[in-house]
């Protein structure tokens, strides 16, 4: 079995027993905040856990280096939706 046939056998099973309802939020942040991080893996769990946010919180805005390279990048643009469509606040940037 691949590691893809596992995730979706995990998939299945987690769908089955309705996992997803204890991480049910809506799609505006709780706390109004956007991050620009990296997409590091390393950052999926520890990110949270360093910052103490939770499902739900904040917006993650995540790529390669976690940067801006230009007012017309792809962050920019996610940025801007979760500004005046989502009620983003705050921006902070986090490169590691």
């Given at each position: 079995?691949?590691?893809i ?11 089955e027993?309705?996992g ?27 990110l ?10 904040v ?15 792809s ?16 921006r ?5």
């Amino acid at each position: 079995m691949t590691e893809i046939d596992k995730m979706l056998e995990f998939n299945k099973e987690f769908v089955e027993k309705k996992g997803y309802e204890e991480y049910h939020t809506s799609k505006y942040p709780d706390k109004k905040i956007a991050i620009v991080t990296c997409m590091d893996t390393r950052l999926v769990q520890l990110l949270p856990a360093a910052l103490g946010i939770r499902n739900g919180d904040v917006k993650i805005i995540k790529n390669a280096g976690g940067t801006i390279t230009n007012p017309f990048d792809s962050t920019i643009r996610s940025l801007l939706v979760a500004i005046y469509e989502l009620g983003v606040k705050n921006r902070i940037t986090i490169i590691l």
